[in-house]
């Protein structure tokens, strides 16, 4: 990270550019580094801005102007870009948050000086003569300065979907140069499910003369697809027609394989990697829903592992926690594939059978694995015999909601427990 940011202060040197820093506290936009070459051009000095406001070096409508950006980026917005005329010079800021957390801790601005590049403009022949391949190179190179000191991808794409531009971070994010993108199809890079969504939002974006936000994958230089999330924006030359799409993307696979664990944790105990408690009542939910639909039966079974707690207290929960691993797979063991089993906490295991044509499909597999306990238990150094009890309750007789069938099935494992353990029984109500 400090090599890089060394970098990017070496390239911001050469092209008499600057960057800084800045945070937000009580409510003040606070500078906490500043350096290159465009503050001392803009007449400031690194110790004018570090540790100060906006306003405290700034004329107060320019700083009430670049305050909105300032703010944009706080909030989270991923590239926030805007022009600036300080003391004669023209600038393009470029404002990136950097979030640690979940929150944002801090934005980097990047700014490039574009003054040469606007004068030159100004020097062109008869605008009228100007076509419209010499202002998309004009709008190129302005957006080039800006794309070489980011590493998010950004790249011009005309009406038919051909790559224009592409930006210098391809290589180091895809692994092909730009050269290799510039007058392809964007199709040709594209995965084929992906297509028709983005040339669709395109199309809308076009008509509604605003832009949007896109998600995608696009294929690196070892074939493999990378997710990519942009903004991307409709160019509208002077007299209101469309040149271009200008869409800045970065790649985001690590986040959503971080979102996935995130999600897959959110249902999923970490003991055994079963659903959890919240993941088995949308299935059982669900499972009704279908069941009231086909008229066929459904079962809730309420399980868990007898004297269990003597056995952690006795062998360590080391031995305790394997024992729930090797009972969760003795279970699925007894299962067909499309039931549930869950963990509900502690020794609590529910199971779902879904789509059984007579309650005793269920009272079998109960058997099943009532039968499955009866092996010795070998954890470790330690072997054992343990059992379980088990409670079954049937769909609609015991029960119509999902609530309803886990009340009846907790009770039916109440009354297994109290006849002595090692058994099951069905609710009788």
């Known amino acids: 990270m400090e090599k890089s940011y060394q970098d990017l202060k070496e390239t911001v ?41 906006l306003k405290d070096f700034l004329p107060e409508a320019e700083a009430d102007r670049k305050r909105k950006y300032y703010e944009r980026a706080w909030n989270g917005e991923g590239n926030v870009i805007y022009q600036s005329i300080v003391n004669g010079l023209r600038y393009v800021t470029s404002l990136r948050p950097i979030i640690r957390g979940g929150k944002v801790v801090e934005v980097i601005g990047c700014s490039v000086d574009i003054t040469a590049k606007e004068e030159s403009a100004l020097h062109l ?56 993108y510039e007058g392809k199809h964007a199709g040709g890079f594209m995965h084929g499910d992906d297509r028709k969504k983005v040339r669709k939002q395109l199309d809308a ?63 999923h105990d970490t003991l055994t990697g079963l659903p959890n408690r919240r993941l088995f009542k949308e299935k059982l939910e669900q499972a009704l829903e279908e069941a009231k639909q086909t008229k066929e039966k459904a079962a809730v079974m309420y399980l868990d592992l007898d004297n269990f707690k003597y056995i952690n207290d006795t062998l360590g929960h080391d031995v305790g926690d394997e024992l729930l691993k090797q009972f969760a797979r003795r279970v699925k063991g007894c299962l067909r594939d499309r039931d549930v089993i869950s963990r509900q906490g502690g020794d609590e295991f529910t199971i779902l059978l879904s789509e059984i044509e007579e309650e005793q499909d269920a009272i079998q ?27 079954i309750a049937f769909y609609p007789a015991n029960g119509a909601k999902g609530y309803e069938l886990m009340r009846s099935a907790d009770t039916a494992l109440y009354q297994a427990k109290k006849d002595g353990k090692n058994m099951y029984r069905v609710f009788l109500g």
């Not at 200008?246 to 999600?263: A, F, H, N, P, W």
């Open 365 to 391: 597999i109960a058997e099943n694995i009532r039968a499955s306990f009866q092996k010795v238990w070998n954890i470790g150094r330690n072997l054992f015999n343990t059992t379980s009890s088990i409670g």
């Open 13 to 53: 040197r050469k092209q008499q550019g600057m960057i800084f820093k800045y945070k937000k506290e009580a409510g003040k936009f606070i500078h906490g580094f500043s350096d290159g070459e465009l503050i001392y051009r803009m007449q400031l000095t690194p110790e004018q801005i570090i540790g100060k406001e």
């Open 205 to 267: 974006m076009v008509a509604a003369k605003e832009g949007c936000e896109l998600k995608f994958r696009f294929k690196n230089i070892r074939g493999e697809w990378i997710w990519l999330e942009g903004k991307a924006s409709p160019i509208f030359d002077e007299n209101d027609l469309f040149e271009h799409f200008l869409i800045v993307s970065r790649d985001i696979t690590e986040r959503l394989v971080y979102e996935e664990k995130l999600t897959y944790m959110a249902y």
């Open 125 to 180: 022949d008869d605008p009228g003569k100007v076509n419209t391949e010499e202002a998309l190179r004009q709008s190129e190179a302005r957006y080039r300065l800006i794309a070489e000191n980011m590493t998010d991808l950004v790249c011009i794409i005309d009406w038919e979907g051909y790559f224009k531009y592409a930006s210098p971070s391809h290589v180091t994010v895809l692994g092909f140069p730009s050269v290799a």
